[in-house]
C-alpha cells in the first residue's frame, strides 16, 4: 500500500515530533479561544524553489479554515509543515499541548492484489474496538462497508472510510487534505456538509484545502488564498472580492462564491427550490433561507443581492 507524501505509520499526527512547539498561543485569557494551531512566518524552500514564503496560520476550536489556491500553490506543503512533516527554513508552530490531530490524506493507493477490507484497513495504524469500528463509520454515513473490500469502494465511499479513520483518533483537529476528491458532485456536496455538521457535533477545529471554490466557500468560516505566500484572507464573502483572489480564480468565481437571498425560498445542497423551512427534509441535503449567505449560484429567475465590490483601494 502507497500513501502519498507521509507514510502514515510515522505520520500519526496526534504524536509530536521532536521539534514541534507544543506551548499554548499567546492570547488574553478573556479573548477568543486559545488556538488548537498557531503559525507564523513559515517558509519552506526545497532547493533554491520557494514553495511558502512567510505563511501566517490560526485554527480554534469550532472553525472550519479552508486553504484554497491554484495547483502548485503551497497548500499541501502548508499541512505537511503544520503537522511537523516537513521542516520550516524560518517560521513556528505552535499546538496546543497535548493537541490530537485526525488526518485525511490527499490521495490512498492500495495494491489491487492486496486482500483488505475496511475493518483491517482501519485497525492498520491503532487499535480500535469493534463498536468504536462501528461508531466511526455511522457517523460518516458508511455502516454497511465495515467487511468489504477496500478496493470495492467508491469513490465516495472511500473518501468516508478515510474521514471515519480520521475520527477514530478522537481528534480536536481535523486536517483534510482535498477530501472530496475523485467524488460525484451530489457526493461532493454531501461530504461538505457531513464535514460541517461533525464540526458542530464534536466542537473540533477543522483545517481542511480544497480546489471546489464553488461548494467549500459557503461551508467555511475562514478562508486562506494562497499562491506560496497568503494573497488573502477573511470571511468567505470579504475574500471572494479581494482583488488577489479575482486575478487569481477569474471573475466568475466572484459570483460563484456568496451572494444573499432576499425571497421567501430557500434552495437545497443540489440547488434545489424549496419552501422556505423544508429546506432539511430535501434528499439532497439542507438548505439555505432567508438572508444567509452561501456558494452557490442558480438559473432560475430570481433577482439576488450580493455586497458591493470593494474600490481599489479596499472601500465599499
Avoid at 8 to 36: I, K, N, V, Y
Avoid at 79 to 96: F, I, S
Wanted: overall charge neutral.
Amino acid at each position: 500500500m502507497d500513501l502519498t507524501a507521509p507514510k502514515l505509520g510515522s505520520e500519526m499526527p496526534g504524536s509530536e515530533t521532536p521539534d514541534a512547539d507544543t506551548r499554548p498561543a499567546d492570547g488574553p485569557a478573556d479573548g477568543p479561544a486559545e488556538p488548537l494551531l498557531d503559525a507564523r512566518g513559515l517558509t519552506v524552500a526545497y532547493g533554491d524553489r520557494i514553495v511558502l514564503d512567510g505563511v501566517d496560520l490560526t485554527v480554534r476550536p469550532g472553525e472550519i479554515v479552508t486553504l484554497i489556491g491554484p495547483n502548485g500553490a503551497g497548500k499541501t506543503t502548508l499541512v505537511k509543515t503544520v503537522l511537523g512533516l516537513v521542516r520550516p527554513q524560518a517560521g513556528r508552530v505552535a499546538r496546543r499541548a497535548g493537541l490530537s490531530i485526525g488526518y485525511m490524506p490527499q490521495r490512498l493507493a492500495v495494491d489491487p492484489t492486496l486482500p483488505l477490507s475496511v475493518r483491517r484497513f482501519l485497525t492498520l495504524w491503532g487499535r480500535a474496538t469493534p463498536a468504536e469500528l462501528d461508531a466511526a463509520l455511522a457517523e460518516v454515513g458508511a455502516p454497511h462497508v465495515l467487511d468489504r473490500a477496500v478496493q470495492s469502494l467508491s469513490g465516495g465511499e472511500m473518501q468516508r472510510v478515510l474521514l471515519a479513520r480520521a475520527l477514530l483518533r478522537r481528534p480536536d483537529l481535523l486536517v483534510l487534505d482535498e477530501p472530496v476528491q475523485a467524488v460525484d458532485v451530489h457526493g461532493q456536496i454531501a461530504l461538505f456538509e457531513l464535514i460541517a455538521e461533525i464540526r458542530h457535533r464534536r466542537g473540533c477545529g477543522v483545517l481542511l484545502v480544497s480546489h471546489d471554490l464553488h461548494l467549500v466557500m459557503a461551508r467555511t468560516d475562514t478562508v486562506i488564498c494562497l499562491n506560496r505566500h497568503v494573497c488573502c484572507s477573511g470571511r468567505p464573502e470579504d475574500v471572494s472580492r479581494h482583488p488577489d483572489y479575482v486575478a487569481l480564480f477569474g471573475r466568475h468565481a466572484e459570483a460563484l462564491a456568496v451572494y444573499h437571498h432576499l425571497h421567501d425560498h430557500g434552495h437545497a445542497a443540489d440547488g434545489c427550490v424549496v419552501p422556505v423551512g423544508q429546506e432539511a427534509a430535501h434528499r439532497h441535503g439542507h438548505g439555505h433561507g432567508h438572508g444567509h449567505s452561501h456558494g452557490h449560484g442558480h438559473g432560475h429567475g430570481h433577482d439576488h443581492h450580493r455586497p458591493g465590490r470593494p474600490d481599489a483601494g479596499g472601500r465599499r
